[in-house]
C-alpha cells in the first residue's frame, strides 16, 4: 500500500474510533443512569459495563496495532533515505 493510502488509512481509522468511544459513553452514561433507578439490577449494569469496556478496549488494542505497523514503516523509510542520501 502506497505510503499516503497507508497515512490516510490511520487518519480514518482514529477517526472512527472518536467516533465509537463518543457512541460508547453515551452508552455508559445511559447505563448509569439506569442503576441510579430504584429497582436496577446490580446484575445486569454489571454485565453491560463489562461488555461496553471490553468494547472500548478492543478498538483501542486495534487503533494501537494500526499506530504501531504506521510506525515501523515510518521508521524503515527514514532508513531508506539515510541509506540513499549517503551515497
Known amino acids: 500500500m502506497p505510503f499516503s493510502r497507508e497515512e490516510e488509512a490511520l487518519i480514518a481509522a482514529h477517526r472512527k474510533e472518536i467516533e ?11 447505563l448509569l443512569a ?10 445486569d449494569y454489571v454485565t453491560q459495563l463489562s461488555f461496553l469496556l471490553s468494547r472500548k478496549a478492543a478498538g483501542l488494542v486495534s487503533l494501537q496495532a494500526r ?3 504506521f510506525q515501523q514503516r515510518l ?4 532508513i531508506l533515505s539515510r541509506k540513499k542520501s549517503s551515497r
Open 67 to 69: 499506530l504501531s505497523r
Open 75 to 78: 521508521k524503515e523509510q527514514e
Open 20 to 30: 465509537n468511544t463518543m457512541e460508547i459513553v453515551r452508552e455508559e452514561m445511559n
Open 34 to 43: 439506569e442503576v441510579d433507578q430504584p429497582g436496577s439490577l446490580i446484575d
